[in-house]
């Protein structure tokens, strides 16, 4: 109870109810705003001699001018996702690129290729394309539409173009300004001020999250008891006339408490348990994110410390400070611009998910 009421904290102090919360997700991201809808669907498996995968078939339908055809259909592997992320990284550092599921998800509770793991990696995958087609940057990235459009033979021909020179150098700047500097010297307050709340979230989050898959288990193990419970109640009324009657219906009560605890344990699986753990991915994400933008903060820190103790090149260093200045900037606008979006869908997922799970109890304990 404590854990579930430390949440509200990273929720809007003004109560909101659920009527007003649909109204407000559909003035955002409803579909009359909308020019990109993707399904991602119809797994199918895949044996080699090297290996055994899953692919998804992905469906974009689109009326955006940049787009060669209204509709395509491709497959992808999981693989292909981990390169799209990679790509978006890359190319936004500082923005809040969605999770993916990783290799093994539901951690303990089903077996990889098993029909319910697939069917649970395959609605995190379609959330994951689809909160990139909602982001105002991240869905006109060309490596998204390249991934949604092209054929897997030119997939493949992409990737193996790998970043461009421009690209690797900066790589290999940011990792020198990493190692070599302390703390950020100018960091802006807001910026120490979202790492402070991160690190909270990510406490109460992963808290939450390990609470969510006990009482799962818990619901399970309950579960299968019970049904071992009625069977036993109708045996033992055969041999007992005189409560017969009355070890029936009891063995009847067991079989539609096991049924709600069925549906139950289904609301959890299906809502409570996959947001929290996509949450618990986003404040590892976040944290990356925050790195980053004091990666560049590091490279003009340096810049400008090792203006100050030379006498020569000023011009060329100014130059750079100037142009690494713009760049931090564009960085701490992007991150901004992203952070507020993303704390708005985050309490939204969390009130709406908890909203939900109050109504299952309601049914559950009414049934």
Known sequence: DTSLTEVNSFSPSVPISPSSMINQYKFEDGPELRDLFITVDDPESHITAIETFITYRVVTKTTRGEFDSSEYEVRRRYQDFLWLKSKLEEAHPTLIIPPLPEKFIMRGMVERFSDEFIETRRKALHKFLNRIADHPTLTFNEDFKIFLTAQAWELSSHKKQGPGLLSRMGQTVRAVASSVRGAVKNRPEMFTEMNNYMETFSQKIN????????????????????KEYGPIHTLWSA????????????????????????????????????????????????????????????????????????????????????????????????LKADWDRWKQNMQWDMRSTFTNVAENNLRYYEE
Not at 209 to 225: G, Q, T
């Open 207 to 226: 808290l939450l999250d390990k609470i969510a898959h006990r009482i799962y288990k818990e619901e399970r193990d309950y579960c299968s008891e019970m």
């Open 239 to 334: 041999s007992e006339e005189s409560i017969g009657d009355s070890l029936k219906g009891l063995a009847g009560c067991i079989e539609r408490c096991c049924r709600a605890t069925e549906r139950r344990m289904a609301g959890l699986s299906e809502h409570l348990l996959p947001m929290l753990h996509e949450y618990v991915l986003y404040s590892d994400i976040l944290m990356g994110v925050l790195k980053r933008r004091d990666q560049i903060q590091g490279e003009l820190d340096s810049k400008v410390d090792a203006l100050a103790s030379r006498k020569t090149e000023k011009d060329m260093f100014s130059e750079e400070i100037g142009k690494l200045e713009d760049k931090v900037e564009r960085a701490n606008n992007a």
